[in-house]
């Protein structure tokens, strides 16, 4: 079965860390660009991260950066997001994909290949 699957959400209190993990079955991530997005009640999904597969280039969205970080573990075939000093506005559902190539990795109106089903980030005291 060919799919995505995040895991690692849950709720934190600000200030905390969380590891998102995004796991392929059915084909392997060590040549895909593989992106994180996130979604908040009531707005529209954004790039959070991402790493392309031609360069190994990395992006993050400003609102994260020195906190978030993205990263390959191609004996597990995962891709992972470490987030530290989570804030209240990382609060979101976040949602991993896959794509052979995409320049725009962080735009997830590119036509990403794979989408996982979501994982629940709360960031609350």
């Known amino acids: 079965q060919v799919q995505l699957v995040e895991s690692g959400g849950g709720l934190v209190q600000p200030g905390g860390s969380l590891r998102l993990s995004c796991s392929a079955s059915?084909?392997?991530?060590?040549?895909?660009?593989v992106g994180w997005f996130r979604q908040a009640p009531g707005k529209e999904r954004e790039g959070v991260s991402c790493?392309?597969?031609?360069?190994?280039?990395?992006w993050y969205t400003d609102s994260v950066k020195g906190r978030f970080t993205i990263s390959r573990d191609s004996a597990k075939n995962t891709v992972y997001l470490q987030m530290n000093m989570l804030e209240a506005e990382d609060t979101a559902v976040y949602y991993c994909?896959?794509?052979?190539?995409?320049?725009?990795?962080?735009?997830?109106?590119?036509?990403?290949?794979?989408w996982g089903q979501g994982t629940q980030v709360t960031v609350s005291s």
């Open positions: 059915g084909f392997t991530l060590d040549f895909k660009t």
């Open positions: 994909a896959a794509v052979d190539y995409a320049a725009a990795c962080y735009d997830p109106r590119m036509p990403f290949s794979y």
């Open positions: 790493t392309r597969s031609t360069d190994a280039r990395t």
